[in-house]
């Protein structure tokens, strides 16, 4: 498989829904570390993925 930039940009967005998808069904939104999240979706979006 190789790089493009629109497979990039969907694997994003579909991180980013199911990230406000949690933020939705949350009880206790303001214990949640966003700076963990933005680290954690960065490192994936980063990383190469092995198939």
Known sequence: M?????NLLRGGIGMLFLVGIC???SNNRSA???KLIGMGIFAR???????
């Not at 190789?2 to 629109?6: K, L, P, V």
């Not at 979006?45 to 198939?51: A, D, G, K």
């Open 2 to 6: 190789t790089f493009h930039w629109d």
């Open 23 to 25: 933020y939705l069904l």
């Open 32 to 34: 949640i570390n966003w």
């Open 45 to 51: 979006l980063c990383s190469p993925s092995v198939y």
